[in-house]
């Protein structure tokens, strides 16, 4: 992943912005595929001191200041700006394993970018960015006429050991100096859209979704973190259609769930925060293997509601099968789910510590 220093903000990517006259040293490096001027995204953002994330994945690049941020994707005439989508003049391609964008791209939208007009270097600017976790949000999964998973063996329900979870780790969280929201605080139902709505408009710095598993075979046992990607096998497709099904008790399943994005734009959208999320679970995972007498299952991907429709670094974590009574009984221990509440507290706060000390994950 490419990360260079931010220097400036974008209020829109529209051709009605600032038009950006290129330094002749940039002018040198345009070339021409299939009848159009092409220029390096990466000289681009190295001349003009630009943020740029590149997603090797997907082959996908997050220019990005704050809260507004633009993705290009290579093989894709269009950008997404702060999640709308605009249409380019021609698609962003990948030369000699360069990443070229349109030359009239730069010009009318590179102007907002960067905050000028002229063709001469921009001064330097010392940017203070400082890279700390201050708040986080923690979702404590089901709730009300939601009650999750339920154990056939005991009155367990998984909406209320999530809840139990939740607060021991708010606790701990802010004990450690963390500002902590929560989606809900009490047995109420909280639609998913509603949810993801509470993290978008927190400020906060991570979302982290909280459940307890179940499964049909009773000898599946164990520790889950997921991230959010495309669904990579069976088990994990099951799971989304469990976690996602509160959507049908919600009067809420409104626009933001129907609207459907296409595969290229659904590409771009898991381009923001994929390293920060994975980071996130992987912390997680290592701190329930070393904290916790549990099968660690380690980290996985899927396309869960709440991950989804949420902008910051996020995960969905799966303490436990409530299916299997070995997990189901250790539950049930006296202390267990605020041990659990530990573990995960300890891994958040390796993510924050290691996160700040390198910068955003920028310093080797």
Sequence with gaps: ???IAVLAGLAGCA???PYLRLDSSLV???GTFSGTEYIPLIRLCDFYSLDCKWDSFIKAASL???ANRVVLMVGSDRALVNGVERKMDRPVILEGGVVMVPVSFAKNNMGQLVGMVTAERPPEVTVSKK???KTIVLDAGHGGKDPGALSRRSRLREKDMNLTIAKKLKSILEDN??????TRSNDTFIPLPKRSKIANQSGADLFVSIHINASRSRSMRGFECYYLSSATDDNARALEAIENSSLKLSDEADAEHSRALDK???DMVLTENRMESAELAGQICDSAQRNLN???RGIRTARFYVLKHTNIPSVLVEVGYISNKHDELEMRGQGRLEKIAEALAKGILRYKLRYEETEGFTKS
């Design 15 to 17: 051709a009605q912005g």
């Design 264 to 266: 290229t734009l659904w």
């Design 1 to 3: 992943m490419i990360v």
């Design 64 to 66: 990005h200041r704050g």
């Design 28 to 30: 040198r490096e345009i």
């Design 177 to 182: 100096g963390i500002k902590v929201v929560m």
């Design 131 to 133: 890279f700390t976790i």
């Design 294 to 296: 549990i099968n660690n």
